[in-house]
């Protein structure tokens, strides 16, 4: 099964659905930074709701971003997603491992509850639209519902799972969020409000082999598929990029590193790709500097 986001309504248009895999998403962010399970299954959360999020923007270079710091072990929590699918984000500390009685991850201790959710969308426009709400569990899926109906004024239900094998990879990753248009009918609400009472988790659904189209007619049989999108795990950073960052720098800072000889090392906080810049690529770029203040 291919990672996609499935785009759906139901009810005659009284809900919106998104259905989401994406285990190979949130595997290659697992390996990008080496998380631990607990790390993993935070990280993955937050990249899976934002990539969701994210397919309904219009333009390949709208963005949106979800920055969750809950003042726990996890730190801060950052997913960016783009209109054309491509995920990234990173957690303060990757290395968590903690599990509850039941044996499931302990998501919620990791992130902690004391803090916020951010979500912000670039569209564009001259601001971007930011909305913050307090955390509720730090659990994720109950912090973007909180998020929705309070930032948003949109009812909504978000599910979402992450499952990590024995060996720390991921064996299966989803979420689904379905969210009451405006005009809904009481009968429309009652049913999504049973439907909410009634559903199991994505993992479990996932491990099955559901697809994401199958857990939205599993749950709205009447369910019209609208579209769906690609989504993966990519960063887009580049020496190129960086080098155009060490060009901000003043001269005397730049003329610093090269006497010192060591040259200069920076690591993507996305994706923790190393870019290495050697005395003689700090020459260059101090030189370009002088060239185009002229």
């Not at 379905?178 to 009634?198: V, Y």
């Amino acid at each position: 099964m291919k990672d996609e986001i499935v785009i759906a309504e139901a009810m005659h248009g009284q809900v919106r659905i998104h259905a989401a895999y994406t285990k190979d998403t949130v595997e290659a962010a697992r390996q990008a930074h080496q998380c631990a399970p607990t790390s993993a299954a935070a990280l993955g959360r937050v990249l899976t709701v934002t990539a969701i999020m994210a397919s309904d923007l219009k333009k390949p270079d709208e963005k949106i971003v979800s920055i969750i710091n809950g003042h726990g072990p996890a730190g801060t929590i950052l997913a960016q997603a783009d209109g054309q699918g491509n995920v990234r984000g990173f957690i303060g500390d990757p290395d968590l491992y903690f599990s509850r009685e039941d044996g499931h991850l302990d998501v919620g201790r990791a992130v902690g509850r004391n803090g916020t959710l951010t979500v912000t969308k670039d569209l564009g426009l001259k601001e971007p639209f930011s909305g913050v709400v307090a955390l509720r569990s730090g659990e994720i899926g109950e912090d973007f519902t909180y998020y929705f109906a309070v930032s948003e004024q949109t009812p909504s239900v978000v599910s979402v799972g992450v499952l990590v094998d024995t060996d720390w990879s991921i064996l299966t990753a989803g979420g689904l969020i379905f969210q009451l248009m405006p005009g809904a009918t009481e009968a429309c609400i009652s049913a999504c409000e049973k439907t909410a009472d009634s559903m199991r988790s994505m993992t479990s659904l996932l491990r099955e082999g559901n697809t994401p189209e199958d857990i939205i007619r599993m749950y709205f049989p009447d369910a019209e598929i609208l579209g769906r999108k690609d989504v993966r795990w990519h960063c887009g950073c580049s020496k190129e990029r960086f080098e155009a960052a060490l060009m901000t720098l003043k001269d005397s800072d730049l003329e610093e590193m090269i006497q010192d000889g060591k040259g200069a090392e920076i690591r993507c906080q996305y994706c923790s790709s190393l870019y290495q810049f050697d005395t003689e690529d700090l020459k260059n770029i101090l030189n370009r500097k002088h060239v185009e203040d002229r």
